[in-house]
Nanobody
Framework: QVQLVESGGGLVQAGLSLRLSCAASGRKLSDYVLGWFSQAPGRERQVVGI????????IYLNSAKGRFTISRDDAKNAIYLQINSLKPNDTAVYYCAAAPTVATLETRGSWGRGTQVTVSS
């Protein structure tokens, strides 16, 4: 099973950008569908975006379109989440996940422990 570790979170001012990283070990990320999720304080976890094994297709939550970009670097066995024009309501713990299929991503995927992003106004 693949192990995932997120990094890159922190306290940032609104309007700035941040790139979160998710490093994998144990298996090649090219074998997996990958996703980024967020969980804001007091709210349920929600998907930010999901990218296919090849990276050819990436789908985003509607509210994430335009400011969030998922990329993957299979050579480094990592995926990234670029967040531009940060807003206070982007404050959340961000998680990456990996699974063989989209259908199993949330329920049976491998998850990191998350990285906290806090956006100040």
């Amino acid at each position: 099973q693949v192990q995932l570790v997120e990094s890159g979170g922190g306290l940032v001012q609104a309007g700035l950008s941040l790139r979160l990283s998710c490093a994998a070990s144990g298996r090649k990320l090219s074998d997996y569908v990958l996703g980024w999720f967020s969980q804001a304080p007091g709210r349920e976890r929600q998907v930010v975006g999901i990218t296919t094994r090849s990276g050819e297709y990436t789908i985003y939550l509607n509210s994430a379109k335009g400011r969030f970009t998922i990329s993957r670097d299979d050579a480094k066995n990592a995926i990234y989440l670029q967040i531009n024009s940060l807003k206070p309501n982007d404050t959340a713990v961000y998680y990456c996940a990996a699974a063989p299929t989209v259908a199993t991503l949330e329920t049976r995927g491998s998850w990191g422990r998350g990285t906290q992003v806090t956006v100040s106004s």
